[in-house]
């Protein structure tokens, strides 16, 4: 399980990115990747669906296939 502080972090980390992707395209998907790495196999957050909404939204805007957490 990963620390409330950690976690505060990934949050903040995502909508840096998701302001960002007007500009990078691919900060979406790396800020998912970093925070799937992070929690691992078996420690993903409640809400966890957060940062795929973030990649069904930057999916559709930039690219033509379909990724998906347990993906990265």
Do not use: F, H
């Not at 995502?14 to 990078?24: F, G, M």
């Not at 196999?41 to 998906?68: C, E, G, I, M």
Request: charged share 30%; with cysteine.
């Amino acid at each position: 399980m990963i620390s409330n502080k950690k976690y505060a972090q990934q949050k903040a980390a995502l909508t840096r990115a998701i302001n960002k992707s007007a500009t990078d395209p691919m900060a979406v998907l790396n800020a998912c990747r970093k925070a799937v790495r992070e929690w691992g196999a078996d420690a993903w957050p409640d809400d966890w669906s957060r940062w795929q909404r973030a990649l069904d939204d930057n999916n559709a805007k930039y690219r033509a296939t379909y990724v998906r957490l347990e993906d990265l």
